[in-house]
């Protein structure tokens, strides 16, 4: 099966989110949405709330709970719904009710009833990198945000500034503008002989990184 998914970012401003489940996933997915942005519009409705779960948005305005049970007119106004449950049956209904009133869904642990995944992001500065597993392995997403985390550098917001910079004084048409851009990145695409000599030597690190996150996680499991 191919992969058919396509990245996008979207801008979390206006948009308005609801999370069906107060526990341990709802908490997870809670941490991962503010994690992107602080200030996001959301909407937690759950029968029971985890204790961490209540202290994570007590000073928060922008979100709101109810301890509640679910009903269909908790989708009014959301445009994204996270269900985070373990009822399988009631998530699907939920699902398809949702989908009628044109709301996107995720459903955690059920890829099959998923409209978009959350993938695991790295966050650094302007840099924001999600990988995915199409919803196949989450544990070896996590594990590749936790390496790249720590090999790009603190200060790649500085290479991005400098960048931007460039891009704005250039008073060239669009095609020069990124000519000019194109040289300026060539090390980076490895289009250089000394880039590609660097590259070849980064897919060969990259290559056993991967390799050997493998291992150690099979090894995990099976031991």
């Not at 373990?86 to 998923?114: H, T, Y």
């Not at 000394?194 to 291992?215: D, Y």
């Amino acid at each position: 099966m191919k992969n058919t998914l396509f990245p996008v970012f979207l801008k979390t401003e206006n948009a308005k989110f609801l999370i069906i489940g107060g526990g341990n996933i709802g908490l997870e997915k809670t941490e991962t949405l503010l994690r992107q942005n602080p200030d996001i519009h959301l909407t937690i409705v759950s029968v029971s709330f985890k204790e961490e779960l209540l202290q994570l948005v007590a000073d928060k305005p922008n979100i709101k709970t109810f301890q509640k049970a679910y009903e269909v007119s908790d989708l009014s106004g959301m445009d994204y719904l996270v269900i985070a449950t373990n009822n399988s049956e009631e998530n699907r209904k939920i699902k398809a009710e949702a989908n009628v009133a044109g709301i996107k869904v995720n459903a955690a642990d059920q890829p099959a009833i998923c409209d978009f995944y959350l993938g695991s992001i790295v966050n650094k500065g302007y840099l924001k990198i999600a990988f995915s597993t199409n919803g196949k392995s989450p544990v070896l997403a996590r594990r590749l945000k936790e390496y790249f985390n720590e090999v790009i550098p603190e200060n790649i917001d500085e290479s991005i500034t400098n960048l931007n910079e460039i891009r704005n004084q250039h008073k060239g048409d669009f095609v020069s503008k990124v000519n000019h851009l194109n040289e300026v990145t060539a090390v980076l695409s490895g289009k250089t002989g000394i880039a590609s000599k660097k590259k070849e030597s980064i897919k060969v690190i990259a290559a056993f990184a991967v390799g050997f996150l493998l291992a150690a996680i099979l090894f995990k499991l099976l031991g």
